[in-house]
T-cell receptor, first 113, second 115 residues
């Protein structure tokens, strides 16, 4: 069985400070993991993906995530938040056959000036 | 490559009416997914096609819901006898079953309001 837990429903940071959005997953197999971002009235956009290659994954807009199998975590980070990063972020897991994608409940990131 | 296209973008319907949504995936993507997203929640899986075959259906997909992908290209999602609880954003996504391209590309969704 697959599932995703996003540990924070809301995160608020000041512009220029680091961002940490936490995600834990449960998977019966070696999973593929993704982070998607959803801006208001926009579609879901892929930020980055882990598919059993390097454990530190770099994505768009300066975001990174590290796959830690021992901790079953895939936390999303960014060194310095920008106002345009304010959005909702979803951690997603997919089993080996990609027959579905399991979404977490989302984390809303607020960036204060 | 114009991305995943969904039509209509918004639909308001009266309770009890039938509605149909269309999804055009990225060309040559053989996998197609339907999801439902309600306010404050992450998208929930509804169903999955590989080519024209519907391979997975969620228990969320009641008998009032039916999805088709007749020629392995576009897909339709029909909801019969709509209920207020069906109000949500319906998302379509597509992907290709190659090892290198595993992520799903999402459309902007169809927002359904049942009044």
């Amino acid at each position: 069985a697959q599932s995703v837990t996003q540990l924070d429903s809301h995160v608020s940071v000041s512009e220029g400070t680091p961002v940490l959005l936490r995600c834990n997953y449960s998977s019966s197999y070696s999973p593929s993991l993704f982070w998607y971002v959803q801006h208001p009235n926009k579609g879901l956009q892929l930020l980055l993906k882990y598919t059993s290659a390097a454990t530190l994954v770099k994505g768009i807009n300066g975001f990174e995530a590290e796959f830690k199998k021992s901790e079953t975590s895939f936390h999303l980070t960014k060194p310095s938040a920008h106002m345009s990063d304010a959005a909702e972020y979803f951690c997603v897991v997919s089993p080996y056959n990609f027959n579905k994608f399991y979404f977490g409940s989302g984390t809303k990131l607020n960036v204060k000036p | 490559d114009t991305g995943v296209s969904q039509d209509p973008r918004h639909k308001i319907t009266k309770r009890g009416q039938n509605v149909t949504f269309r999804c055009d995936p990225i060309s040559e993507h053989n996998r197609l997914y339907w999801y439902r997203q309600t306010l404050g929640q992450g998208p929930e899986f509804l169903t999955y096609f590989q080519n024209e075959a519907q391979l997975e259906k969620s228990r969320l997909l009641s008998d009032r819901f039916s999805a088709e992908r007749p020629k392995g290209s576009f897909s339709t999602l029909e909801i019969q006898r709509t209920e207020q609880g069906d109000s949500a954003m319906y998302l379509c996504a597509s992907s290709h079953s190659s090892r290198m391209n595993t992520e799903a590309f999402f459309g902007q969704g169809t927002r359904l309001t049942v009044v």
